[in-house]
């Protein structure tokens, strides 16, 4: 079975300061999906980046990018210039499309909080 | 477009109750995913909808069921309700065509307390 964990459950960063959140999966599966969700105080949870496991290249989107290690089975997520906008809890998630395992699992998240 | 739609947003039961919660995806989306969200447990997928029949489906006992409606709109009940069934159930809406672009849009949830 697939596995995601998140072992820090909670970190802080200071405003404009750099920040990563650690992930790590369990998989049998060569081709899957990697994401990282954010889910803000008021709850509703919006996707931040997505990997796809054939992609050798690293994924970015403007101050968020991810350090992909295959091998090692690691998915990490960075936060450059952070922002008090930042500030939410964090999930990491797997998902392949194939079968009954088509489905995302998500670690138990991590809670960031951002210091002006 | 129109976001998912949740309803209702909180709800207060007591045990043995049953409940049923609604969710209406984006427009022209096919699959509905529903999610259990606790403190303790996490996130907990619960199951998936996709043009009226149920693709997959987690490890929840028969008391929580689904279905999905020719609109694709997803209700889920729950039977005989327990006080561990208290959390936030959150519905997820994606295309459904399972590409890799597919992306999972999140409801705001419906925040169950079971007294």
């Known amino acids: 079975a697939q596995t995601v964990t998140q072992s820090q459950p909670e970190m802080s960063v200071q405003e404009a300061e750099t920040v990563t959140l650690s992930c790590t999966y369990d998989?049998?599966?060569?081709?899957?999906?990697l994401f990282w969700y954010k889910q803000p105080p008021s709850r509703q949870m919006i996707l931040v980046i997505r990997?796809?496991?054939?992609?050798?290249q690293n994924a970015t989107e403007n101050r968020f990018s991810v350090n992909f290690q295959k091998a090692a089975k690691s998915f990490s997520l960075k936060i450059s210039d952070s922002q008090l906008g930042d500030a939410a809890m964090y999930f990491c998630?797997?998902?392949?499309?194939?079968?009954?395992?088509?489905?995302?699992?998500f670690g138990k998240g991590i809670t960031l909080s951002v210091r002006p | 477009k129109a976001g998912v739609t949740q309803t209702p947003r909180y709800l207060i039961k007591t045990r043995g109750q049953q409940v049923t919660l609604s969710c209406s995806p984006i427009?022209?989306?096919?699959?509905v995913s529903w999610y259990q969200q606790t403190p303790g447990q996490g996130l907990q997928f619960l199951f998936e909808?996709?043009?009226?029949?149920?693709?997959n489906k987690g490890n929840f006992p028969g008391r929580f069921s689904g279905r999905q409606f020719s609109n694709s709109r997803s209700e889920m009940n729950v039977s005989t309700l327990e006080l561990g069934d208290s959390a936030l159930y959150l519905c997820?809406?994606?295309?459904?065509?399972?590409?890799?672009?597919?992306?999972?849009?999140f409801g705001p949830g419906t925040r169950l307390t079971v007294l």
């Open positions: 990997q796809e496991a054939y992609k050798q």
């Open positions: 998630a797997y998902r392949t499309y194939t079968g009954a395992n088509s489905k995302l699992t």
């Open positions: 909808y996709f043009s009226e029949t149920q693709r």
């Open positions: 427009s022209g989306h096919r699959s």
């Open positions: 998989t049998s599966e060569s081709d899957y999906y």
């Open positions: 997820a809406s994606v295309e459904g065509t399972r590409r890799p672009t597919d992306t999972q849009y």
